[in-house]
């Protein structure tokens, strides 16, 4: 019997887990009205409760925590669908262009995202496309979709 909890970590994080000194750094030093321009006039300027999956280093549930709000931030689960409340928004990018070898990443076609929310009953409210605010992931050509809905 194992002693303590076990972690599982899927292949496409495993990069992240393993490279994560290295990638704290250039995380931290982007600007959060940067990386979410596409809707930072979606999140409330009253306090209000913000799931933040994927939370990488935390910088965005630290900035959204100094605003007032009440912030839970945690990793990706089966059971997003219960988390959920009316009037909810979930904002949602996705990167698109190669990724590094130690972390990969998986194609997702935003038309599939947006047909999985409708499913859902979610209503998209925005869908912008943008090139990456990183100098060198623009030059890879990395582009993003930023994609909002509401419940």
Known sequence: MTEGPVILIHPACAGYEKMAAELTGPYEALAFEDVHAAW?????????????????????????????????AVDPTPHLAGLRRRGGRLLISLRHGPSPAVRPMYAVAASDVISGGKAAGLTLIRRKKMESIQSGNRALGITWTMLAFSS
């Open 40 to 72: 930072i006039d979606l999140i409330p300027e009253q306090p209000s409760d913000i799931l933040d999956i994927v939370a990488g280093t935390g910088r965005d549930a630290a900035h959204l925590a100094f605003r007032g709000h009440r912030v839970m």
